[in-house]
């Protein structure tokens, strides 16, 4: 799969600029702050419907603009696409592929998928649970239209469950709203769990080779899928899966109350990353924490290609500038045969050794 054109109208600092792009490399060159990451978060959100860095699409807007618009041309299963987004400060967004109108983000990512690895990708091992749980819903959202549906029903329905438990010493006629809420926590809960435990079999698989090569078979990394403790095996049927998790709501719900907190669900779920068998979030040295991010991140892609037979499009912001030369060297070795971005400070010799195309970003005009 391949992006072909990109179109832009008051997106982030982008005024109205289009870009045609190489199959193979494209290297973004310019300063710090003139758009080379607005450039990237564009791309994928039109892969998936969401930003990695906003919280809200508002934010992506140009200043003073009421609207902005994406749009890109692109090539994938033998097959030419249209994609279109436009965002609003005053209404819900409005998404398009081939000009017919996208229901939810799913479709989107039926068309392409993205791989983004940004800097701070690097410190994934090192941050707390959010960051990994991130990881993984980041990467089903595009592979699995299921889970991208029950993650976001799962996020409205904790925030429900939340305010209730949080307003219920004031209005204890809402207790008898969580029955309900509880059902719907475990059922999308169950179809998460489900969902993140074959991603973590697959990623369990491919980071441990990337790792072991990039340590020159000096180390082994070890992944394993932490959820909620009374799921005895993640990889049970979703019946059983909604049978466990009810049980542990049903034991918490006292301490829910009292603390007025969801205590119970997946949403505490963590990777546990170990290099030669210790906990790698504790004792991993700065190498080898970045080392085994890489590994995580380029397992992700080899789980995208497995799944649509088609390499995702890599977006590499800035990372090549924070490795060592032998990093540098492992990480470009395994990009070839899919189409790449990589963004940095200088026009380097990447286009050379990968072969492709040049942009030079200044104050939001692509030259």
């Known amino acids: 799969m391949r992006i072909d054109r990109l ?40 892969s998936c419907g969401r930003s990695p860095r906003a919280r809200t ?17 692109v090539f994938a299963r033998e097959r030419e696409f249209r994609v279109e987004v436009e965002l609003y400060r005053d209404r819900r967004r409005r998404m398009s592929v081939n000009q017919v109108p996208a229901k939810n983000s799913a479709a989107l990512s039926d068309v392409y998928q993205t791989v983004f690895f940004c800097p701070e990708d690097l410190f994934l091992i090192r941050e707390g649970a959010a960051a990994r749980r991130k990881f993984m819903d980041t990467a089903l959202c595009q592979l699995r239209p299921r889970y991208a549906a029950a993650l976001a029903e799962y ?18 006629d809402l207790l008898s709203a969580l029955p309900e809420f509880n059902q719907r926590l475990v059922r999308f809960g169950a179809v998460l769990i489900h969902y993140r435990q074959q991603f973590t079999a697959r990623l369990r698989e491919y980071a441990a080779l990337h790792h072991r090569e990039c340590s020159g078979g000096r180390e082994t990394l070890e992944i394993q899928y932490k959820t909620v403790s009374s799921v005895e095996d993640p990889a049970a049927e979703i019946s059983v899966l909604t049978e466990q998790l009810w049980r542990h709501m ?60 088609e390499y995702p499009v890599l977006l590499l912001d800035d990372v090549l500038s924070e490795l060592d030369p032998r990093r540098q060297e492992f990480v470009l070795n395994r990009i070839a045969g899919g189409q790449v971005f990589i963004t940095c400070c200088e026009d380097d010799r990447l286009p050379e050794m990968l072969g492709g195309k040049v942009f030079h970003v200044e104050r939001g005009v692509i030259g």
Do not use: W
């Open 57 to 73: 699409d508002r934010e992506m807007i140009g200043f003073e603009a009421p609207a902005a618009r994406m749009a890109a041309r």
């Open 250 to 309: 049903e034991e918490h719900q006292a301490a829910e109350r009292a603390s007025r907190l969801c205590l119970s669900g997946p949403h505490k779920d963590d990777l546990l990353v170990s290099i030669d068998g210790r906990d790698a979030k504790r004792y991993a040295s700065q190498g080898q924490t970045r080392t085994a991010a890489l590994a995580m991140k380029l397992a992700e892609r080899e789980i995208y290609k497995n799944a649509s037979g």
């Open 155 to 172: 996020g409205r329905t904790y925030d429900h469950k939340t305010r209730i438990l949080r307003d219920a010493e004031e209005r204890p």
């Open 7 to 46: 179109e832009l109208e008051n997106f982030r600092n982008y005024g109205r600029q289009a870009a045609d792009f190489d199959s193979r490399c494209n290297v973004i060159f310019g300063e710090n702050a003139q758009g080379k990451t607005n450039l990237l978060e564009s791309l994928v959100y039109l």
